[in-house]
Nanobody, 123 residues
Framework: VQLQASGGGLVQAGGSLRLSCAASGRAFSNYDMGWFRQAPGKEREFVGAISWSGGATYYADSVKGRFAVSRDNAKNTVYLQMNSLKSEDTAVYYC?????????????????WGQGTLVTVSS
């Protein structure tokens, strides 16, 4: 599977954005999907993830209640809805895919990564 993230941009604090991650290739529905972000000068961090079936979602404490991950397996797409954005959400956001059923909030189990999309939140 290959991943293409889109939807980033400039938004004011308190605003919303929806990121999309389109997958090409077969068996998208077999993959757990995650979103990670990396701010300038910082390490990549987990944002949220959704299980292969869509039955379970997971979030970092910093985004819980503001962000939501969803997927449409018929469209081979996963989404990250971001609400109540803060300046500290500014980062490059990456989508990633994994087949293993462990470590959904860890970067290392993910073996397929998209190219990243930049989100800038102005205060």
């Amino acid at each position: 599977v290959q991943l293409q993230a889109s939807g980033g941009g400039l938004v004011q604090a308190g605003g919303s954005l929806r990121l999309s991650c389109a997958a090409s290739g077969r068996a998208f529905s077999n993959y757990d999907m995650g979103w990670f972000r990396q701010a300038p000068g910082k390490e990549r961090e987990f944002v949220g993830a959704i299980s292969w079936s869509g039955g379970a979602t997971y979030y970092a404490d910093s985004v819980k209640g503001r962000f939501a991950v969803s997927r449409d397996n018929a469209k081979n797409t996963v989404y990250l809805q971001m609400n109540s954005l803060k300046s500290e959400d500014t980062a490059v956001y990456y989508c990633a895919a994994k087949l293993s059923r462990v470590g959904i909030s860890l970067a290392s189990p993910y073996n397929v990564w998209g190219q990243g999309t930049l989100v800038t939140v102005s205060s």
